[in-house]
């Protein structure tokens, strides 16, 4: 059963930092590349950052040098560190395997929300 828990969003002003986490199933873990994404009020999900089963990272532009993934095999988890948080960065974060397919399943994703 493919598990899918984000965690770790909030409010934070500008400038600010949050620790995103994602639990996520053993068997997706180990065996997929693992990403974020995130869905603005009116936009469509986009990509925010990857990471390689090898540790592989890459970023959209707009977060690059202020986001950080990371994973942690011993707990199926993985990490997003996002410093120098913008309004911009206001969204609802979740996590998946990389690529993510039609169809496939989506947990409730954590809310991220920048402001002043």
């Known amino acids: 059963q493919v598990q899918l828990v984000e965690s770790g969003g909030g409010l934070v002003q500008p400038g600010g930092s949050l620790r995103l986490s994602c639990a996520t199933s053993g068997s997706m873990f180990r065996n997929s590349a693992m990403g974020w994404y995130r869905q603005a009020p009116g936009d469509q999900r986009e990509f925010v950052a990857r990471?390689?089963?090898?540790?592989?990272?890459m970023y959209r532009d707009s977060v690059n040098g202020r986001f950080a993934i990371s994973r942690d095999a011993s707990k199926n988890t993985v990490y997003l560190q996002m410093n120098r948080l913008k309004a911009e960065d206001t969204a609802v974060y979740y996590c998946?395997?990389?690529?993510?397919?039609?169809?496939?399943?989506w947990g409730q994703g954590t809310q991220v929300t920048v402001s002043a």
């Open positions: 990471i390689t089963d090898d540790g592989l990272t």
């Open positions: 998946n395997k990389w690529p993510v397919l039609m169809g496939d399943y």
